[in-house]
């Protein structure tokens, strides 16, 4: 296939490394200047304006930042082919294509990443064994469409899950996006304390990795997605109160240890087995969604056929 990647940072970067490695023709564009050359000196394809980039190709996978994109949905006026993107959040980007009558589109997310950014930390591999998200509406998605990209998704190695927009900024607010905001307010306690930094160790590390994320990024991530956020965060400060409270009890070990046990094993038991494996053939949007809501996935895409991993509890058949 030919197909353009728009915005070449780290997932975008690593986007059309991947698919460049799966044998695709990719032609890239960065609105750095600096990137794209990055980008062609590294033996890529890059144009200098979105309209030059989409010219002639079947798929737009948009890679930018979530404030850009009004902008870049404006560029592909008359464009026919299928467009996707990788933002962390769905519901406003999918409102966003609404808006600027994009004919064919398929909401995107790899829940892939390190801490660093840009083309330079682009890496072909960072897909593999990744979840991503591609979002299934009921009543406004072309599953030929959604198909071919799932068939694109998996050929990269990752395991594609079908679910809503609005399924997925829930949780992704949950898991995603304020475990961002809890490694942020982690990070300040290094901050201007010589002897915190000397003795943070094991956990200080583990728990603020995400907190190196570029700060734009991280906060256009969280106020895009800022009602479920919100919601999310309310609640971890409810569970926060309450240790506060156990802490302050006569015996605040004892006190402590239902909570504590109970959080270890959530933790324990993830990430969850990976279940059974199956087929369906001609699937249908209730179908996907069954299966992403489950915390099922495709694995490959065949002539009409999925091949799926299915929880040990699903009940619906094949």
Not at 224 to 232: F, T
Not at 283 to 311: F, Y
Request: proline letters at 5%; a negative charge; glycine letters at 12%.
């Amino acid at each position: 296939m030919r197909i353009a990647v728009i915005g070449l940072g780290l997932i975008g970067g690593s986007l059309l490394r991947a698919l460049a490695a799966a044998g695709h023709e990719v032609i890239g564009f960065d609105a750095d200047p600096d990137t794209r050359e990055l980008a062609r000196a590294a033996g890529f394809e890059v144009r200098d304006s979105v309209a030059a980039a989409v010219g002639g190709t079947s798929v737009a996978a948009l890679a930018v930042p979530l404030t850009v994109l009004p902008e870049v949905f404006g560029e592909l006026a008359g464009y026919d082919g299928l467009v996707t993107d990788v933002t962390s959040v769905k519901g406003p980007v999918r409102v966003l294509a609404e808006e600027h009558g994009v004919r064919r589109f398929v909401g995107g997310h790899p829940m892939a990443g390190t801490e660093a950014s840009g083309f330079a930390a682009a890496d072909a591999g960072l897909f593999d064994g990744c979840v991503w998200v591609l979002c299934v509406e009921p009543h406004g998605t072309d599953l030929g469409d959604w198909l071919a990209l799932a068939g694109l998704c998996t050929a990269m190695g990752a395991r594609v899950l079908p679910i809503t927009a609005v399924e997925h900024d829930n949780a992704v607010a949950s898991i995603s996006h304020v475990p961002h905001l809890l490694a942020a307010a982690l990070a300040w306690k290094v901050s201007g304390s010589p002897l915190n930094a000397a003795l943070a160790a094991g956990s200080f590390r583990d728990g603020t990795r995400v907190a190196a994320t570029r700060a734009e990024l991280t906060a256009a991530m969280c106020g895009g997605n800022a009602n479920e956020v919100l919601r999310e965060l309310t609640h971890v400060i409810s569970d926060l109160e309450r240790l506060r409270d156990e802490l302050e009890q006569d015996d605040p070990v004892r006190a402590l240890v239902p909570y504590l046990r109970g959080a270890g094993r959530a933790r324990r038991a993830w990430p969850p087995a990976p279940g059974v494996p199956g087929r369906l053939a001609r699937p249908s949007a209730r179908q996907l969604l069954e299966l992403g809501r489950t915390g099922g996935w495709v694995t490959s895409v065949g002539d009409g056929e999925l091949r799926v991993m299915r929880p040990e509890t699903d009940r619906y058949g094949s």
